[in-house]
């Protein structure tokens, strides 16, 4: 069973940085698409990074998306942080078998941006 656990959320204010981090428990994490997704305080979730190289055209240029294998972990850097930024932020897993998807979803984590 797959288990993702975020953190590195908090307090920011504007102009500043946060990298958050997801751990992925269980087997086969190089064979999951993973992603991170956020929802804003009363929006819908929405998809903000993905492997390998996929953002949104809101944070492109100021997230980067990465994984480290070795530690079963995906990062999100997060700069030039600004108020419309403050969100949950969402570590998502997703693995395709005969065309059906699974997702894997952990607890999020709380960015706020706020002078």
């Known amino acids: 069973q797959v288990q993702l656990v975020e953190s590195g959320g908090g307090l920011v204010q504007p102009g500043g940085s946060l990298r958050l981090s997801c751990a992925f428990s269980?087997?086969?994490?190089?064979?999951?698409?993973m992603a991170w997704y956020r929802q804003p305080p009363g929006k819908q979730r929405e998809l903000v990074a993905a492997?390998?190289?996929n953002y949104a055209d809101s944070v492109k240029g100021r997230f980067t998306f990465s994984r480290d294998i070795s530690k079963n972990t995906i990062y999100l850097q997060m700069n030039d942080l600004r108020p419309e930024d403050t969100a949950v932020y969402y570590c998502?897993?997703?693995?395709?078998?005969?065309?059906?998807?699974?997702?894997?979803w952990g607890q999020g984590t709380q960015v706020t941006v706020s002078s």
């Open positions: 998502n897993a997703k693995t395709t078998f005969f065309n059906l998807d699974t997702n894997y």
């Open positions: 492997m390998p190289d």
């Open positions: 269980g087997s086969g994490f190089s064979r999951y698409f």
